[in-house]
């Protein structure tokens, strides 16, 4: 396996079964080891994603998300670039896993711990490629009752 150069520009993509690329993101290698490709992003940073999910955060409706995932099931979305804000990312991810560890950073320090489920990396020239299953694990300091980051909706018990 090559590894990427600390210092380097790497680009992860989330790739669709159907071959179509979901999102982007450049990232920052921080290391590489065959234990894990630990990377960050800082605001600034260039990626480029569907468009109902840059309408979603321009807008501040976090129910266009869900018209975002009802784009990825039917197969019809496009990309648009987009500006990485507001925290700086500290992402670990295990060759093999089916997840990735990421820190979020702000102004005044950790903000939260997210654990993104999604497909094992397969590594480019360029990058990765993995693909996130849109389910998460988002814990932060104080406790807050969680929520599902993308749609906003509280979890409830299931009998």
Known sequence: METFE??????RRDVHRSGRVWSEQALRVVADTGEALVTA??????TRWPALYAKARVDGDRSVRTEAFDAM????????PGVW????LLLWKPPAAWFSINAFFTA????NWYVNFEHPTHRTETGFDTFDLTVDLVTGQPYRRPTHHKTGTKPRRVS
């Open 6 to 11: 600390a210092g380097a520009t790497v680009v």
């Open 41 to 46: 992003c800082a605001p600034g940073a260039q």
């Open 73 to 80: 099931a039917t197969g019809g979305w496009e990309l648009v």
């Open 85 to 88: 804000q507001e925290t700086e």
């Open 108 to 111: 005044a320090g950790l903000r």
